[in-house]
């Protein structure tokens, strides 16, 4: 976060000072002014309530808790409440809403009531697309870190996108949201199908995968909504989808170009000749049978290699020279809790967004290829739905760690299922022979390392919960700082 609020603040107010209202005919032009943000703290509404102040707009919202998120959009102008009362929309024109709000949420009551417009965040979103070029960023992986490098390669080029990311990218905390230049880079979240909301002109797809099974009965309705998210596409858009995905030429059928990307040799763009360490990844590309260059980028892992790609497949159709993309890659910094590495000695200490069996392989086995002394992962499993329907695969990939501390489970906005708990998996940990995994409370674990981890080690703290906090601790632990 910037030091000096009046720069992060100057973007904001010169666009809202010589703006003219409503220049984009938002909502038809309806007679819109105040627009109500339910769960304004978390990152998918944050980021559209940005945008929203950028464009003139006056900007409400509430979160059951203050966080840096609402101290900034404070800042910025919102009013910001603390907790959710049915009056706090009274002076609402229109209310925006999640999946996470719970349909008795008395904000969401009372809007309906006095018969206030209410708009999923899909429908704002696919409203502001209508405004630019979309460039939508679905997948069930590494659609954060892909759209972030993405939007930071049309920022450094000088195309000055907007953005509506799913992540918070390190050197754009002062991003307006709203750029000047014809693209609006946006994360498209498949968990309740609504990204066939929108209408973006090109699509990247970094793969598919069975995640949020709360939605998802099963393969083919996964299948079915990307068909119809493709199906969005004009005639001239392009599709830009990782090779090896899954159903690949079922799922990518309908599609004017399809651009494939990753590092299979039947990509169009692929990654070859990589290679890692503490200070990140190397490798060169490849456009069908050119060789375009190397990419230095400072992330670790084929995870982030194979993200950068679907970024370079996009911005080489968008006309971006190959040296731009190059020079923008090499100074990409990553997004928090995306691999973000929060100190790399005496012991490396990591802090990821990893959830599903999937994610957690892939951090794992970037970390590993900066030769830790011994990687310790501290998991913390995310939604009684996932963990029930994983916590077999989640015990199978988190084996690759030397050590493994499990917590509590965190339930998002999903009730208690009986028998489901943290427990599940390290049940299944044992079955794998690893009764060295311990089940902790978090209170507990920042002790417990302290005492037991060296110098030379990696500890990467993970899960889509509240655990991110311990990464901070741990860095500023003076007993970790003495590791050995």
């Known amino acids: ?254 599609a004017a170009e399809v651009i494939t990307y990753g590092l299979s040799p039947s990509a169009r763009v692929r990654g070859s000749r990589m290679s890692f360490d503490r200070g990140g990844s190397r490798f060169i590309v490849f456009e069908d049978d050119t060789e375009l260059g190397e990419i230095v980028l400072g992330r670790p892992g084929t995870c982030n290699i194979t993200n950068s790609l679907g970024a370079i497949a996009c911005c080489l159709k968008l006309g971006v020279p190959f040296s731009d993309i190059a020079d923008a890659l090499r100074s990409f910094r990553g997004v928090r809790r995306r691999l973000e590495i929060k100190s790399e000695t005496p012991v490396m200490i990591v802090e990821d967004y990893a959830h599903h069996p999937t994610e957690v392989a892939a951090a794992l086995e970037a970390i590993r290829l900066t030769s830790p002394a011994r990687l310790w992962c501290v998991f913390q499993p995310h939604r009684y739905s996932r963990t029930r329907h994983f916590f077999r695969e989640l015990a199978g990939s988190l084996s690759a760690a030397d050590r493994i501390i499990l917590t509590d489970l965190y339930p998002a906005f999903e009730q208690p299922i009986s028998g489901v708990s943290s427990a599940l998996i390290l049940d299944a940990l044992r079955e794998l022979s690893r009764p060295d995994a311990l089940l902790l409370e978090q209170s507990s674990i920042r002790s417990y390392l302290e005492t037991e981890v060296m110098e030379g080690d990696a500890v990467i703290i993970m899960g889509a919960g509240d655990i991110g906090h311990l990464a901070g601790e741990l860095v500023s632990s003076p007993l970790i700082k003495k590791a050995g």
């Open 1 to 254: 976060m910037p030091n000096n609020w009046d720069l992060l603040l100057f973007p904001l107010k010169t666009i809202n000072k010589y703006m003219h209202k409503n220049q984009y005919k938002l909502f038809s032009n309806r007679k819109v002014k105040r627009i109500h943000f339910i769960g304004i703290g978390g990152a998918g509404m944050s980021v559209l309530a940005r945008i929203i102040l950028a464009l003139g707009f006056e900007v409400s919202g509430s979160d059951l808790r203050k966080n840096e998120i609402t101290e900034r959009l404070s800042l910025l102008g919102s009013d910001i409440f603390q907790g959710q009362r049915e009056e706090q929309v009274d002076r609402a024109d229109l209310v925006v809403y999640s999946s996470a709000v719970d349909p008795t949420n008395p904000e969401l009551a009372s809007a309906r009531r006095r018969g206030v417009e209410i708009f999923h965040r899909s429908e704002l979103l696919a409203e502001l697309m209508r405004c630019k070029k979309g460039i939508a960023v679905a997948g069930s992986h590494g659609k954060t870190s892909t759209s972030a490098m993405i939007a930071w390669i049309l920022i450094e080029s000088g195309r000055s996108p907007a953005l509506a990311l799913g992540g918070e990218v390190i050197g754009l905390e002062d991003h307006e949201g709203w750029g000047k230049g014809e693209y609006l880079v946006a994360e498209a979240d498949e968990s309740d199908g609504s990204l066939s909301r929108f209408s973006p002109v090109v699509e990247v797809i970094t793969g598919l995968d069975l995640d949020h099974v709360d939605y998802y009965s099963g393969w083919e309705k996964l299948i079915e909504t990307f068909q119809r998210f493709i199906g969005r596409l004009p005639e001239d858009g392009s599709l830009i989808i990782e090779s090896g995905t899954p159903d690949l030429d079922r799922v990518s059928r309908g």
